[in-house]
């Protein structure tokens, strides 16, 4: 059974830094996707950043590239977004996702309803 726990949100004022983590456990795939998701209230879910787990692609947003690191520890089965420059904007639950098995994530990834979620974790950005 695939679980996804997110942690690390919380309340930062504008220009801040968080970073958020993601437990991963149950995955059996060798190579998959796995991604941030965020959803701001009255807002439709917007992929945020993903990677290539198995492989070394990472993808990006528009809106947070420069800004949003993806990355992961094998050991710990983590998935992390290191979020800098933090603005207002940013304010949503921001959830972690898997998807597989892939050798690498699906051109959509930003829009593509993962197989996996977990909880969310909320990030507030106050201006």
């Known amino acids: 059974q ?13 220009g801040g830094s968080l970073r958020l983590s993601c437990a991963a456990s149950g995955i059996t795939y ?5 991604g941030w998701f965020r ?17 070394q ?11 949003f ?5 094998n050991a710990k089965n983590t998935l992390y977004l290191q ?4 603005k207002p904007e940013d304010t949503a ?13 699906r051109g959509d990834w930003r829009i ?4 996996y979620w977990g909880q969310g974790t909320q990030v507030t950005v106050s201006s």
């Open 30 to 34: 060798i190579r998959y996707c796995m």
């Open 69 to 73: 690191t993806i990355s992961q520890d």
């Open 83 to 86: 979020m800098n420059s933090l």
């Open 57 to 67: 692609s990472t993808y990006y947003a528009d809106s947070v590239k420069g800004r």
């Open 112 to 115: 593509r309803n993962f197989d």
């Open 2 to 14: 695939v679980q996804l726990v997110e942690s690390g949100g919380g309340s930062v004022q504008a």
């Open 93 to 105: 639950m921001y959830y972690c996702a898997a998807d597989g098995p892939l050798p690498w994530c």
């Open 39 to 55: 959803q701001a209230p009255g807002k439709e879910r917007e992929g945020v950043a993903a990677m290539n787990i198995g492989g």
